[in-house]
């Protein structure tokens, strides 16, 4: 009996060996145990980037009556040398409808243009007004009320075409729609018609108006702060655009510098201090005007920055834009010797690249970590969060793996706050991935327009997006089999 059960345990013994045996021999054949990482080196590029939503513009004016538009053939012949730009100023006048509604014919045609001006795959800046000359007095409506039943009229227009929309621009009054010279100025006048424009306007869709002071006479406060901001739609939408800019202390009375009551004076420095805290979450732009110090390049650029700048005529003011084409960067860095027109129109709006990448993980691990360190040497951040993609590409089986990244980009300022990064990550799992060699890509998608962002790495996007490095993972034999001869060697 004794030697039975002995006989019994050799047998057990025996067997558990045996499986232990099987059980090593697949976990070095089968199972990935180690990961070799090639990682690549990044360096940031001077060169310009087409992307969308940020950039020089041309603006292009449409008198809306009731004749039949004929956009198709005017829009082509306009765009025809418009091709280093993403954006487009779309002016609409409406000064025919001054005192009614906007007929059938009129609507038509607005829905004519737009549909035209999808082609030119271009996101659109979309400013509604009544006058062209500096006379708004003889073609503004003369109620209030006519403006917001037009606003109300356009909503089914403006809602079939939000995806194409990226500013709307003004509340339809002033010269040339830029809210001044009108008699609806009033806090409460203003406030109406935002209001209007809101409720009709897509919320994808960014409005904005012409100063600081009338942003804050809109919205009620004096707080940018994104938590005060946070119930408040109307006023987390709402940026500003500039068609002073740098003409004078004032931003040619963009800015009331003046004397208060109380003895007080407003200052050129807190309201750009004001539009950088604002134009964090909005975005900002416009035109420059008058040669003058205020835009001599050094100090344009300093307060650009500040503002936050991500789209500027690129036909105003001549006499400034070549100003700054004679200027030469003198900072340290990829700039360096660069033209100044051509430095700005780089630094305008985002401009995102990879500064280093990471990738952590474990001998014998299940999971590894892929960091991507991010800068943004633009004015201005991206302000909408773009899809990030990071795929792990198999060559030799032709399979890719897609995994979501964690991050928000938004975070990365930009101007003044050119040395601030921001980790995205993915993690991986690597046991379920089978043993081989994966090139590993990052992408970041515009969610609008669909468009892949350009990086400013010196390296070439490829069809997965940007190289980051690779991981091989090897089995348990190529492991020890690369062991042992490290130790030969």
Known sequence: MIKKNRSRKRFVIQVLKILMIFVF???????????????????ESSKELQNPKRGFYKIY????????????????????????????????????????KISEDGLKNIEDLFQTLETVEKQLIVRFLYDWSGEN???????????TSHMKQLKPILDKFSNNIFIIQGLFTGHWGEMHGTKYSSAENMRRLAEQLDKVVDPSIYLSVRTPSQWRDITGTEDVLEESLENDPLAKRLG???????????????????????????ERQEELAFQEELCRMVPNGGEVICDNPYNDFDNAVMDMATMHITYLNDEYDKNVLEKWKRA????????????GLSYVKCRLGYRL????????????????TIKIRMKNAGFAPV???????????????????????????CELAGGNELEKFLDVKADINVSRLKKGRYEIYFLLVDPDTNSHILLANEQEKKPFGYFIGAIELQNGIEYLSDFVSCLVK
């Open 383 to 409: 302000y909408k969060e773009p899809e990030m993609r990071l795929l792990l590409y198999n060559s030799e089986m032709d399979e890719f793996q897609l995994y979501e990244m964690q991050g928000n980009l």
């Open 137 to 147: 007095e003889k073609y503004e409506p003369d109620h209030l009320e006519t403006i």
């Open 240 to 266: 500003l655009f500039n068609d002073g800019m740098l003409g004078s202390e004032s931003d040619c009375g963009t800015y009331r510098i003046q004397e208060l009551a109380d003895g007080k004076r407003v």
């Open 61 to 100: 004016r449409f008198l809306i009556d009731d004749e039949k538009g004929n956009y198709e053939e005017r829009i082509q012949k306009a765009y025809e040398k418009d091709i280093d730009t993403t954006l487009s100023l779309i002016e609409i006048n409406l000064q025919n409808y001054r005192q009614d």
């Open 25 to 43: 021999l697949f976990f070095l054949l089968y199972v990935p145990v180690n990961i070799k990482v090639e990682k690549n080196e990044f360096v």
């Open 328 to 339: 030469v960067v003198k900072e340290e860095g990829c700039f360096k010797g660069m033209d």
């Open 353 to 368: 690249f990879i500064e280093d990448a990471s990738f952590e993980h474990e001998l014998f691990a299940s999971h590894m």
